[in-house]
T-cell receptor, first 112, second 112 residues
Framework: ETGVTQTPRHLVMGMTNKKSLKCEQH?????MYWYKQSAKKPLELMFV???????ENNSVPSRFSPECPNSSHLFLHLHTLQPEDSALYLC???????????FGPGTRLTVL | LAKTTQPISMDSYEGQEVNITCSHN???????ITWYQQFPSQGPRFIIQ???TKVTNEVASLFIPADRKSSTLSLPRVSLSDTAVYYC?????????????FGKGTKLSVIP
């Protein structure tokens, strides 16, 4: 596979569930990002990892927990979500020091 | 963070040139201007990036005036497949800095 992949593409979960979103990049990049895209709102940057270290956490609720085990993989662990957390969650990667971000197709999350 | 303002929507006929303007009055010295394209249920895709004056690639042109407080994305001879949301992104992509601002996007509808 090439580019940035995300699994699952669709996820429906209850408020008491625990689930994880996975992102994998095959571009040799060393920075990875999580974004949230809600209806009628701009993309919101959630987390940034650079060289496997978290460098940005934009006031995201603790029910979202990122994990970056290596430069190719990024996870977003979800627990005790709220219905307003329903959105498209996008992963992106880039090369540190360069600027173009490559996005995955996203995970459409619905919280019941 | 430099805030961006774009038209919410635009319509164009096939074959016409489309110009989408983005305002970013508070752009910082180190900020670059990047445009992304997003189709429904997909992640954004990089189109073009510039710092000042004019940049052109095989897809689009980007015009940036001397004061850099705005930028214009120009799509030559649009087709139906150019129907998408276009985002103006202003940010400092220097190493160690991840301050990004996505605009609300401009929904371009290309009419046959």
């Amino acid at each position: 596979e090439t580019g940035v992949t995300q699994t699952p593409r669709h996820l429906v979960m209850g408020m008491t569930n625990k689930k994880s979103l996975k992102c994998e990049q095959h571009l040799g990049h060393n920075a990875m990002y999580w974004y949230k895209q809600s209806a009628k709102k701009p993309l919101e940057l959630m987390f940034v990892y650079s060289l496997e270290e978290r460098v940005e956490n934009n006031s995201v609720p603790s029910r979202f927990s990122p994990e970056c085990p290596n430069s190719s993989h990024l996870f977003l662990h979800l627990h005790t979500l709220q219905p307003e957390d329903s959105a498209l969650y996008l992963c992106a990667s880039s090369q540190v020091g360069l600027d173009t971000q490559y996005f995955g197709p996203g995970t459409r999350l619905t919280v019941l | 963070l430099a805030k961006t303002t774009q038209p919410i929507s635009m319509d164009s006929y096939e074959g016409q040139e489309v110009n989408i303007t983005c305002s970013h009055n508070n752009i910082a010295t180190n900020d670059y201007i990047t445009w992304y394209q997003q189709f429904p249920s997909q992640g954004p895709r990089f189109i073009i990036q510039g710092y000042k004056t004019k940049v052109t690639n095989e897809v689009a042109s980007l015009f940036i005036p001397a004061d850099r407080k705005s930028s214009t994305l120009s799509l030559p001879r649009v087709s139906l497949s150019d129907t998408a949301v276009y985002y103006c992104l202003v940010g400092d992509y220097g190493a160690g800095s991840y301050q990004l601002t996505f605009g609300k996007g401009t929904k371009l509808s290309v009419i046959p």
